[in-house]
């Protein structure tokens, strides 16, 4: 039907009707502006499932020649197996840039073919056989690995770089050096016979059962390790190395490093048997391999890594005293120490349940924090993590815990996998209670030591052990994403003596993310009343799956005000709508360090003459843990005012380096709406900080205060390009300094920069000094063509390769539209899967800030104007027709 005065119209033309979805797509806007998160795998993605294995794998044998100067390894590879259905024809190994010599089955030479792009060897069998059998199958190969075995020592920019050779087997990259089942499915024992030269020692897993001399001068290690562990855990280290050796619990504690660095790898391992014994006895499962083992890895690529009974570490855990506290390695240690029992003794079954060791792992962190320092130090733990998981849900994007669907499975190991997965560990034991949480614990371990797992496995033990119900917390933050967002408002109705407690959920799914459904929780919540006189009386509300709630909890007199999860056991994101004295209330009562901390954020961002009282008592020294003043001395910078500086001041000279650190970090704030003679003041203190203070990190906090000092930069950058030139553990000062020169916008210190981004330089604050340049540029013509000519030679070809992650990051600064066909080619091209993604993601964020929209416009309008001389061709054809 058509309306009575609307005229007849003529139909479109064939050219009208192609031109107008071409204009419509041409003028569409980017597709990476449709989200303000980016999806956590690419749209296409396919499901990832554990791949048929047909066979139980028994046990390995690796006898290998290790050769640095030829960074290659040769030698076999002798995996024993048992098919685990009648009639198998042949059987699948993982192997990736082997040559392969020849193979054997049961000492018979057998037939056998490589696929390179699936990263297999294909072993056909002399016969078919079927389960009771068991194959020895023999490979005999050398490498040249492109990864999963590395080789570093000394190059031209690094001559004094001790000489190593490391693995790195998680997730799938062992394969690069041996062949193998290479998916955590499945379980064997290991012997490793290594052979390498003089002065080399080689660590590995299990028990060291000798060394051989051989008539040519080099050693054989004979390695065994003969508890059953999945294939990625199965490593070697091997350099000129130094053992400390030590015992807990009956068990051999061994640190191995590099000489000369003895008195470093006591302080940052001494705790090691400490952990242990600990970790033991709260689980109520000893330690359960032939020694620990701890070494130091030069340019290892991660902090560390739990291969079993051998953990690899970063050399740069190793620290000086002045370091510390901020670069303790306890938390380093005890991580991958907990890793012994959850990752080795269980393991994830595949990597969509990947969340089973590491938030187990950064858990149980948090839990030796808080038997060796106290609540409060559990709290803060918990407070970090939280931080860090709502970061990355905010500002890069939203997943379940638990998924199949990711572009490679090191994408799986992200802040959801451990922060997250460790908060819902620490909501569980609010569940279940202390006992309950370590019966479950240890019904746990009972029934699946030795074995893999998957999550329900977890949950079933929660459940069967404590009667616990934990179907609706999995439902909400394990197989669903985000959390909740609450909106809570409180009020004292006298007549019915009770405080009236509303609570909204306000979550939202993000539009155009199906990965990321946000539905709503349920979980019960501990509520405290605060009584004038000091008084607490806790309440539970049971949240339910509801938009909204009215609760009534029992008051015979109006609260100073009420607190909503004290102890921080809820996750959840809470606007709690009241004033600041309430605040301030919460702030000086007797309540859990969570509490305070909620307060002092709260207090930060309200302001106010009694906020800054209570935050500047507080920032003084009143309250006993770290955390707490370092929190309150960023709540007075946030706040800015004169009187929030006077109030900052006593922090400044705190005997806490944290504290002292987050003070003159804060500073940076009151650099606008203060005289020149008080910021020349100011200056002057950050200035002597920088200079003379013996943390690293102090004086790394004081080059942060200065960045924020633009109407005095040239006096400000004096003291920072002073900072260039000072060594710390880390680099930590010479990249805030390089940071805040970039903030400064102080182009004198181009060269310095470029020289600081350049191979040779420190290592660690190469990429800070790349991101610096790329901000220098500006828009200067030439400065941003060097950079750009800079940036995309270290990202494509750099040899360190935490550099090249580095100069992705820089390239994202420089915004050059050019940056995002090189981005893509390298998320493309590169072998290595962390590469690939952070410089998909580097590329997916220029792409989200409309760089690289003229290149698409452009594109479009071509593609636009070949489809309009089609359309005339056609059209004419038709005419003469």
């Known amino acids: 039907m058509r309306p009575r005065s609307a005229a007849p119209r003529r139909p479109p033309t064939l050219l009208a009707l192609a031109v107008g979805p071409l204009l419509a797509l041409l003028l569409a806007p980017p597709p990476a502006a449709a989200a303000e998160r980016r999806p956590f795998a690419p749209p296409g993605t396919p499901a990832h499932y554990a791949p048929e294995r047909g066979y139980d794998l028994l046990h390995r ?504 999860d004290p102890d921080g056991t809820f996750l959840a994101v809470v606007d709690f709508d009241k004033p600041a004295a309430e605040w301030v209330a919460q702030l000086r009562a007797s309540e859990p360090l969570w509490a305070k901390l909620q307060a002092i954020e709260a207090l930060g961002e309200r302001g106010g003459p009694a906020a800054i009282e209570a935050l500047g008592e507080v920032a003084a020294g009143g309250h006993p843990f770290h955390a707490a003043r370092s929190q309150a001395a960023k709540a007075l910078a946030k706040i800015g005012t004169p009187a929030a500086l006077a109030a900052l001041e006593p922090a400044l000279d705190d005997a806490d380096s944290r504290v002292r650190t987050a003070a003159l970090e804060g500073l940076g704030a009151f650099a606008k709406g203060t005289s020149r003679e008080e910021r020349k003041g100011l200056i002057a203190r950050l200035a002597a900080a920088l200079s003379d203070d013996r943390s690293p990190h102090v004086r790394a906090g004081a080059a942060k205060g200065l960045a924020r000092f633009t109407d005095d930069a040239p006096e400000a950058a004096a003291h920072l390009l002073r900072g260039l030139e000072q060594p710390s553990h880390r680099e930590v000062v010479r990249e805030a300094a390089a940071e805040a020169l970039a903030d400064l916008g102080h182009a004198a210190a181009w060269d310095r920069l470029r020289r600081l981004a350049g191979y040779g330089a420190p290592p660690e604050s190469r990429g800070a000094a790349m991101k610096a340049l790329a901000r220098l540029a500006g828009d200067d013509e030439r400065r941003r063509s060097e950079a750009y000519d800079l940036l995309t030679r270290w990202a494509r070809t750099d040899r360190a390769f935490r550099a090249r992650q580095g100069a992705y990051d820089a390239l994202v600064e420089l915004a050059d539209r050019r940056a995002v066909a090189v981005l893509e080619a390298i998320a493309r091209d590169e072998l290595d899967p962390q590469q690939r993604r952070s410089a998909r993601v580097a590329a997916w964020k220029l792409r989200a800030a409309g760089v690289g929209d003229g290149e698409r416009l452009e594109r479009r309008v071509e593609e636009l104007e070949r489809e309009l001389d089609r359309l005339r061709h056609e059209l004419a054809e038709r005419k003469d027709g």
């Not at 539970?540 to 029992?554: E, G, H, I, N, Y």
Request: glycine share 8%; hydrophobic share 40%.
């Open 61 to 564: 044998k690796i006898e290998l020649a290790f050769d640095w100067d030829g960074r290659s390894v040769e030698g076999s590879a002798v995996n024993r197996l048992s098919p685990l259905l009648p009639g198998t024809a042949a059987v699948t190994l993982h192997a990736a840039g082997l040559d392969v010599r020849s193979v054997t089955v049961d000492g018979a030479a057998a037939e056998w073919s490589a696929d390179p792009a699936r990263r297999e060897l294909v072993v056909e069998l002399p016969r078919p056989a079927g389960p009771g059998d068991v194959l020895e199958v023999a490979v005999e190969y050398s490498a040249r690995p492109a990864m999963g075995l590395y080789f570093v020592g000394p190059d031209d920019g690094y001559p004094d770089k001790p000489r190593q050779i490391w693995s790195q087997g998680e997730s799938e990259f062992n394969r690069h050096w041996f062949p193998s089942w290479d998916y955590p499915n499945d379980r064997a024992t290991t012997e490793l016979a290594a052979t390498v030269a003089p002065p080399f020692e080689v660590v590995s897993n299990g028990r060291l059962l000798g060394v051989d001399e051989l008539p040519d001068g080099r050693r054989t290690f004979r390695w065994s390790m003969e508890q059953p562990h999945v294939t990625y855990l199965v490593s070697v280290v091997v350099g000129d190395l130094v053992e400390i050796e030590e015992s807990a619990a009956g068990v051999p504690v061994e640190y191995w490093v590099p000489p000369g660095r003895e008195e470093e790898a006591r302080r940052s391992f001494g705790r090691t048997p400490a952990m242990l014994e600990f970790f033991a006895a709260a689980i109520d499962e000893p330690y359960p391999y032939a020694k620990y083992a701890q070494t130091a890895a030069v340019d290892f690529i991660w902090g560390g890594m739990e291969n079993v009974s051998a953990t690899t570490q970063t050399l740069a855990t190793l620290h000086p005293a002045a370091a510390a506290p901020e670069s303790s390695s306890d938390g380093l240690v005890a991580h991958e120490l907990v890793h012994q029992w959850f990752g080795d003794l269980l393991t994830t079954d595949s990597w969509a349940h990947a969340w089973l060791n590491e938030g187990f792992a950064t858990y149980f962190t948090g839990l030796w924090f808080e038997h060796a320092e106290g609540a409060d130090a559990f709290a803060w733990e918990r407070w970090q993590w939280r931080e860090s998981y709502l970061r990355e849900d905010r500002e890069e994007y939203r997943r379940p815990i638990v998924t199949h669907r990711y572009a490679a499975p090191m994408e799986m190991f992200d802040d959801h996998l451990y922060e997250k997965g460790a908060l819902v560990l620490h909501m569980v034991r609010g569940l279940t209670g202390e006992a309950g949480w370590w019966k479950a614990i240890r019904a746990y371990v009972d029934a699946h030591r030795d074995r893999t797992v998957v999550t329900t496995d977890f949950q079933t033990a929660v459940e069967e052990a404590t009667g616990a119900s934990l179907g609706a917390l999995f439902d909400g933050y394990v197989h669903g994403a985000g959390h909740p967002e609450l909106a809570v408002s409180w009020s004292w109705l006298p007549d019915r003596r009770a405080v009236r407690l509303d609570v909204e959920q306000t979550q939202e799914t993000p539009p155009g993310l199906p990965q990321a459904e946000t539905g709503l929780f349920a979980y019960p919540v501990e509520v405290a009343l605060l009584a004038p006189d000091g008084a607490v009386t806790t309440a539970t509300v049971d949240l339910a799956a509801a938009r909204s709630q009215t609760f009534w909890l029992p008051a015979a007199e109006r609260p100073e005000t009420v607190v909503f």
